[in-house]
């Protein structure tokens, strides 16, 4: 079946460092991609998105990749902030479907 | 504002004692969905909505009823609550087509504890 694999945290950076998450997927067909935030004590939201090979999705100095050849969509940052601190989640949808498949999420921790 | 709520956001309860947890949005949307998060398993899909009066089963849909009556609205219901149900609940809602149907609104969390 479908499923989503994220790389396990939490991921400890101090402020200014480089944040690369590691996310890739298994689909039958053609998926979109995405990436989801959770801060602390609040429900996800939509982060950024690409809906086929080759789209960069960006937000908020966020960005990720659909990389249909390695099938994945890795989430990087040029310098985190404290203000990133929160649990990422990597998930897809396939074309003609609503449903969302999560990956388990990874923590993000950044100090000043 | 565009928002999906959930009631209530913190509940303890005992086995066995029936309860529901509202949610709804006001978002037009056609489809709706609940999840659960517990730590180490991310997000699981328990049941989803297409459409008023059409459900359907998600990942880990046993011990859990939903109904769809109206279309802003998709309570989830624990008939016999058990502790391994203790959780965090989240409601979502989306378009079912076209490009909208690309992002999920998520309400603010159900924290249900079942002793």
């Known amino acids: 079946g479908d499923s989503v694999t994220q790389m396990e945290g939490p991921v400890t950076l101090s402020e200014e460092a480089f944040l690369t998450i590691n996310c890739t997927y298994t689909a039958t067909g053609y998926p979109s991609l995405f990436w989801y935030v959770q801060y602390p004590g609040e429900g996800l939201q939509l982060l950024l998105k690409?809906?086929?090979?080759?789209d960069k999705g960006s937000n908020k100095g966020f960005e990720a990749t659909y990389r249909k050849e390695t099938t994945s969509f890795h989430l990087e940052k040029g310098s985190v902030q404290v203000s990133d601190s929160a649990v990422y989640f990597c998930a897809l949808r396939l074309s003609g479907y609503s449903t969302l498949t999560f990956g388990k999420g990874t923590m993000l921790l950044v100090s000043p | 504002e565009a928002q999906v709520t959930q009631n209530p956001r913190y509940l303890i309860t005992v086995t066995g004692k029936k309860l529901t947890v509202t949610c709804s949005q006001n978002m037009n949307h056609e489809y709706m969905s609940w999840y659960r998060q517990d730590p180490g398993l991310g997000l699981r899909q328990i049941y989803y909505s297409m459409n008023v009066e059409v459900t359907d089963k998600g990942d880990v849909p046993e011990g859990y009823k939903v109904s769809r009556k109206e279309k802003r609205n998709f309570p989830l219901i624990l008939e016999s609550p058990s502790p391994n149900q203790t959780s965090l609940y989240f409601c979502a809602s989306s378009l079912s087509t076209g490009q909208g149907a690309s992002v999920q609104f998520f309400g603010p969390g159900t924290r249900l504890t079942v002793l």
């Open positions: 690409a809906t086929k090979a080759d």
